[in-house]
């Protein structure tokens, strides 16, 4: 997938844009926001981790393509997508710079299991996993994302059909443990799902209501005396939609700290097919160059908005998913100097 290379002219406007950010509305927003990750000038591909991306179906390769080129053009070093076998020809020619490795399907084109001789290096290597773009729900799916959820030690992204899986479960089939940080992705339906309340438009009920969810999940998998997690490590909600809700439970020393935050990037170049597959895959992409969850759900989440607003910029219809991948690097640009140009004003 080609990205998109404005004009030096172009590049010029958007920063003294990116500028005029510390004088704007946004400015305490772009000052709550973390640093990018690093980027060393002699580093290289094992640097900045290994990615892995699982979903994908028959009539759903698009979804978990999507995935993996958003998590190529985040920075990841490397990024493989394990995807049902039947796909995995289409999948493979969407986007060169990825890997792919087939697993067994069913008669559906559904993901059956990951055992395959690849697998097991993938998973040494891997600093970060997506799950959910495009993969279906059946048993096996079910059976597969609940594993994933509780025994594998990354940080991982959950968004999508692995999310329809979870609100699946039964309350005694539901996770009561977690190894690593993990990240729900929902948008308004899979929130529901997920909770059985259905979130509204205003800003401080969806909050409210992402706060509630982070909290009780964060009492049964951080707080309980069965918590195997980590101090530092997190559970992370973001709440899709106009100014996305974000919501993370870290734990500490003695339970877990509350965090939140309001994402005001994005606009409705965002309302599209592949947007959240595309949001997964940045935000898994950041988590393996070493962002916490935290940091890369509202990274990710500010990166994913500026794209769409600097298309727009040029032309405001007709919006794919791809754009939004193809704008990402004038996204990171302007990020950083927006977050530079808000950050001045400290000293």
């Given amino acids: 997938m080609q ?3 404005p004009s030096q002219e172009t590049i010029n406007l958007w920063r003294v844009t990116a500028y005029r950010e510390r004088d704007g509305r946004r400015a305490e927003f ?3 926001l973390p640093s990018l990750p690093v980027r060393p000038d ?5 640097f900045f981790g290994t990615a892995l991306l699982i979903g994908g ?5 698009g979804a978990i393509s999507l995935a993996g080129a958003a998590s190529v053009v985040s920075g990841a070093g490397l990024t493989c997508l394990a995807v049902p076998e039947v796909i995995q020809e289409t999948v493979a020619q969407f986007c060169p710079e990825y890997t792919t490795i087939p697993c067994e399907c069913d008669d559906h084109g559904r993901l059956l299991s990951l055992q395959t001789d690849e697998m097991p290096a993938i998973f040494e290597r891997a600093r970060s996993v997506g799950v959910g773009p495009g993969m279906g ?7 597969l994302v609940e594993t994933s959820f509780c025994a594998l030690d990354y940080s991982m992204v959950f968004d999508a059909d ?5 609100a699946l479960l039964n309350p005694d089939e539901a996770p009561s443990y977690v190894y690593g940080t993990r990240v729900l992705t929902p948008h308004p339906g899979e929130f529901a799902r997920l909770t059985g309340k259905k979130p509204g438009e205003c800003p401080t009920e969806r909050l409210e209501m992402t706060r509630d969810y982070v909290t009780s999940l964060a009492e049964k998998l951080l707080a309980s005396e069965k918590s195997v997690m980590p101090e530092g490590k997190e559970i992370v909600v973001a709440l899709k939609g106009h100014e996305t809700t974000i919501v993370a439970a870290r734990k500490n020393t003695s339970g877990y700290d509350v965090l939140t935050c309001t994402n005001l990037t994005g606009n409705s170049n965002l309302a599209t097919g592949g947007s959240g597959d595309v949001l997964t895959g940045l935000i898994t992409g950041l988590m393996a160059q070493g962002a916490s969850g935290w940091d890369a759900t509202r990274i990710g989440c500010a990166l994913h908005g500026l794209a769409a607003e600097l298309r727009s910029t040029l032309v405001s219809r007709g919006a794919t998913a791809s754009d939004i991948i193809r704008f990402l690097p004038c996204a990171f640009d302007y990020y950083q100097h927006a977050w530079l140009a808000c950050r001045e004003l400290e000293r």
């Fill in 3 to 5: 990205t998109y290379i």
């Fill in 30 to 32: 772009w000052r709550s």
């Fill in 42 to 46: 002699t580093a290289h591909k094992g």
């Fill in 57 to 61: 179906s028959r009539g759903m390769s």
């Fill in 137 to 143: 729900v059946s048993d096996n799916i079910k059976s």
């Fill in 162 to 166: 692995a999310l329809n899986a979870l």
